[in-house]
């Protein structure tokens, strides 16, 4: 059983979500709490494995109350977030801080969109108590100026059709920015899927953009890929990669959902597979579930060097598994270490060419 504590000033909302966590035989809630007060001597003497916890609340608000607790006892936390503008800036802040997921409120009609709220959240609750958060804290301790990340030199000679392709779910939120930061500002292209959606994913790249040498915004339609860029696929979208007139370009998509995501990173894969071939690279980062595990197969089987996340640095090591058993995976490493592995792969291509 996976002891929940639920943690929200409303009422309505903690036995809305109780009740919704309920609905699954491996959830148990095991208390709520109406402020961050209530819930850290809550958290002390019930030992949840799971903790939801809203953004704003009173004497203490959310962000606050997760720093906390990230520093002095770290819990799984999965954050309930408001579809607005502030709501996505403050949801990824507190995945920065080192909440494992988010899970949006329904909008104004809560009954109509009940059924998916409650299923998304008990999938992420579930998720998150398979999460090595204690792990990741140890690592996000205060680095030393040697031991900290420099992203790699500009100059590096590769070949013009070269292309970079991520996909993460779960914990990707940091992985992707990792990575990222350790590009060079003129990398090849690198277009992103991250399971996140609509209204959340324009702030995830503005935020990327604030913190890495790449400009990275969301992706358009029909945009062109050009070095130094990243593009993250929209909320709700699935993102592709086609080759026009000796030019590669961003598609988007409306598609059905595959392997139960939109964006999802198995969609990508295999356009960068079928478009660009052995002039890309691949990296699948943490994420539960195995999507993006087929899409880096027919990446490896098309001549691509393919990289996973390995397990002692990725939040939730499904999605990197998956694409091991597969055989999709030329080696793992460490997240620090992905964005060396991909530009050194991509010299070599070049060299040998």
């Known amino acids: ?20 966590l309920s609905a699954d035989s491996e959830i148990h809630v095991v208390g709520t709490a109406c402020d961050p007060i209530d819930a850290r001597g809550k958290i002390k003497t019930l030992n949840p494995d799971v903790v939801t916890l809203d953004i704003e609340m009173p004497n203490m608000n959310g962000l606050e109350f997760l720093e906390k607790i990230m520093r002095l006892r770290p819990t799984p936390v999965v954050m309930i977030s408001t579809l607005t503008q502030k709501g996505a800036r ?6 920065e801080l080192g909440a494992v997921d988010f899970v949006a409120k329904p909008g104004h009609d809560l009954a109509g969109g009940l059924e998916q709220f409650g299923k998304e959240v008990r999938e992420k609750v579930i998720a998150a108590a398979q999460s090595d958060v ?20 500009s100059g590096a000679k590769v070949a013009g059709s070269s292309l970079i392709a991520i996909g993460a779910s779960t914990g990707g939120v940091e992985a992707i920015k990792t990575v990222l930061s350790g590009l060079p500002k003129d990398a090849p292209p690198v277009i992103i899927a991250q399971h996140m959606p ?4 324009e702030r995830f790249a503005a935020r990327l953009d604030e913190t890495c040498e790449m400009t990275v915004t969301e992706a358009k339609e029909r945009e062109l890929l050009v070095p130094g860029h990243a593009y993250v696929a929209p909320g709700d979208f699935h993102l592709r990669v086609e080759r026009s007139s000796g030019q590669l370009k961003c598609r988007l ?26 002039d890309a690279v691949g990296a699948i980062l943490t994420g539960m579930g195995k999507d993006g595990a087929m899409g880096i197969k027919q990446m490896h089987d098309a001549g691509c060097f393919t990289i996973g996340q390995s397990k002692s640095s990725a939040l939730i ?3 990197p598994r998956a694409a091991m058993e597969l055989g999709g995976i030329v080696e793992e490493a460490p997240v620090e ?8 792969a991509l010299v070599r291509r070049t060299k040998a060419a």
């Open 317 to 319: 090591y499904g999605m």
């Open 337 to 344: 270490k992905i964005a060396e592995k991909l530009m050194t």
């Open 90 to 95: 403050e949801t990824l802040l507190a995945l």
């Open 253 to 278: 998509g409306e598609d059905a959902t595959v392997s139960g995501h939109r964006p999802s990173v198995d969609v990508l894969f295999e356009s960068v597979a079928k478009q660009v071939g052995a």
């Open 134 to 153: 204690r792990g990741r804290a140890m690592a996000r301790q205060p680095q030393t100026a040697q031991s900290r990340q420099k992203p790699i030199p």
């Open 198 to 201: 609509a209204g959340f994913t």
């Open 1 to 20: 059983m996976i002891k929940v504590l639920v943690v929200d000033d409303s009422a309505l909302i903690r036995e809305v979500l109780s009740s919704l």
